[in-house]
């Protein structure tokens, strides 16, 4: 759904429309936060190894708690 070439994150819309069509739009916003952070921790490193997951998780970790006060992405029960 997106990847990382020359210093610049690319995402594939049509990709993700195709695999998950029914999702609400909150959920998509999740799903690419998640997506970004995982393209950008191969800034730092090409492979997807233990120090990428680290990347990964430290990067979603720390700004996570701001996307989910917005209220565009906050899902309600």
């Not at 020359?6 to 195709?18: A, K």
């Not at 999702?23 to 921790?41: G, N, R, T, V």
Request: one cysteine or more; hydrophobic letters at 40%.
């Amino acid at each position: 759904m997106g990847f990382n070439r020359e210093g610049g994150i690319n995402l594939n819309l049509g990709y993700y429309q195709t695999k998950n069509h029914d999702s609400e739009p909150q959920k998509a916003y999740i799903a690419w936060y998640f997506i970004i952070a995982h393209e950008l921790a191969h800034n730092n490193t090409l492979f997807h190894d233990e120090n990428h997951a680290l990347l990964c998780a430290g990067l979603s970790e720390k700004f996570l708690p701001q996307l989910m006060r917005l209220p565009e992405v906050r899902i309600e029960d």
